[in-house]
């Protein structure tokens, strides 16, 4: 447990200190309750400290096999609470990432999002039922009736359960009956930070272009209609705090990064000429939504107490007091918004992008450049936007910036995927040499943002070169 404490539950969070850490201060207190936490528990540890021991990579596995017999008892006895299957299954996807030899289907990912499923059908229900409450005893307005709405925030609490779209927030008070659940371990609060950790790795995995189309459409959670209409409802997902544990400020732009990722998804194998007709519409508005992002500033502020010095939500001891870390926050999602936009630029040509996608990637090396990789507690979350926008330098010098910055981030946070993606970036540099070189020789002319050289069905692009060669990757 103390190897958890020091090291692996420092790299499923971007706070510091252990009270704000979801993992050491909600999930390992219960652990003791549930014999399958606490081979989970031991299987994360065992693989993210191995670093080639053998020895302890076998105890992981055996670890993972112990946890895989425990979650099939628990589901076909009923004994699990959706919380727990919820926990054991993201955990399992996450151990799949972690042990290079076992393959990175993700299948245990994609069954979290049954149990995310039912989690928001309970608070759907529940939702109808305070609504009822409330409108009989006249404590309602016009726009608490409307709950129909295209984004939503699942934003629940011991106190209230939120559901926000169009900018409009509605408070509804719990009624007695629903405070407890049998079904629960957790109360709401500790649900949270499992369907943000959730998304990122739902987002990320599917960032990695490896599922089919079909594949898509039955791991998300909202209903995806890829035929005449391109209307994806997504959920806006929070663990409830300002600064998420894992999508830091970056929660609405993490809904828009899934909306984007799945077009990409559906475009990546089709030509360029024979998209559906409205597909480059819908990457227009999309994009245009990635453009326009900015994080709500001042309301993080408010709610942190930055402006009065103090730390009214968190404490003294908090890791973001007076928003020691915010700028780290807000850059990282910020690089996050730029990765995705070189991805839908490098996937939709006829987008009418205002940036290159070299001078994106640059922008990348910036915002992350300000981040200082001894102290900040976010580099857990850059491997996404180092890979994405090291792809696309093509100066010696901008690569071994980029170099660098994996080796450090490797030291850091030993996440052995991070070797896995440098080999593939090294790949994609040679081939771009190539490409370039064979163009000069033959008198073509190009620019270094020529899509024949960038684009996502370019034989240089990094989704060529795994696809090509096999190779798993995951982006986180």
Not at 269 to 287: G, H, M, Q, R, T
Not at 291 to 317: A, E, M, V
């Amino acid at each position: 447990m103390n190897s958890f404490d020091n090291y692996t539950s420092k790299v499923m969070c971007i706070y510091q200190d252990k009270d704000l850490n979801p993992w050491m201060s909600k999930f390992v207190p219960i652990i003791d309750n549930y014999p399958i936490l606490s081979d989970l528990v031991a299987m994360l540890t065992c693989f993210h400290i191995s670093k080639g021991d053998s020895e302890l990579k076998s105890m992981g596995v055996e670890f993972m096999l112990h946890s895989f017999r425990k979650l099939a008892l628990g589901l076909k006895n009923d004994s699990l609470p959706l919380d727990v299957s919820l926990a054991s299954c993201f955990m399992l996807s996450l151990g799949e990432i972690w042990d290079k030899g076992v393959q990175q289907q993700l299948s245990h990912l994609k069954s979290a999002c049954y149990f995310i499923k039912k989690k928001i059908e309970e608070k759907s229900e529940k939702e109808k039922m305070e609504q009822a409450a409330i409108q009989c005893s006249e404590m309602v307005n016009s726009t608490q009736q409307n709950l129909s709405c295209e984004n939503m925030v699942v934003n629940a609490s011991d106190e209230s359960l939120e559901l926000t779209g169009n900018n409009s927030v509605v408070a509804v008070a719990p009624s007695p009956s629903s405070r407890s659940s049998s079904r629960n371990a957790f109360d709401k609060s500790y649900f949270n930070f499992l369907f943000s950790a959730w998304q990122y790795m739902k987002v990320l995995s599917k960032a990695s272009l490896q599922d089919s189309r079909e594949d898509i459409v039955k791991a998300d959670v909202e209903s995806i209609n890829f035929g005449e209409q391109f209307k994806i409802k997504k959920i806006v997902i929070s663990d409830g705090e300002p600064i998420d544990h894992i999508l830091g400020v970056g929660q609405v732009l993490f809904t828009i990064m899934d909306t984007a990722i799945d077009l990409i998804n559906y475009a990546k194998d089709l030509p360029d000429d024979n998209y559906p007709s409205n597909l480059d519409d819908e990457a227009c508005d999309v994009y245009d939504e990635l453009l326009n992002w900015k994080p709500d500033l001042q309301g993080i502020k408010n709610q942190i107490g930055f402006s009065t010095g103090g730390n009214k939500r968190y404490g003294k001891s908090a890791s973001c007091k007076n928003g020691e870390f915010l700028n780290d926050y807000i850059n990282v999602a910020e690089a996050y918004r730029l990765s995705t936009l070189i991805m839908m630029q490098n996937t939709f040509p006829r987008l009418p992008s205002s940036e290159s996608v070299q001078s994106l990637a640059i922008h990348v090396m910036s915002v992350i450049g300000n981040i200082n990789y001894d102290t900040s507690p976010t580099l857990t979350i850059h491997i996404f936007p180092l890979f994405i926008a090291g792809c696309e330098v093509h100066s010696e010098i901008d690569r071994d910036w980029f170099r660098n910055q994996l080796k450090k981030l490797y030291r850091r946070i030993w996440c052995a995927n991070i070797q896995k993606l440098t080999l593939v970036m090294e790949e994609v540099w040679k081939r771009k040499t190539r490409l370039i070189q064979v163009m000069k020789t033959t008198g073509l002319s190009f620019t270094v943002d020529d899509y024949q050289i960038n684009g996502l069905r370019s034989k240089p692009n990094w989704y060529q070169v795994v696809k090509e060669k096999n190779i798993e990757i995951f982006l986180g």
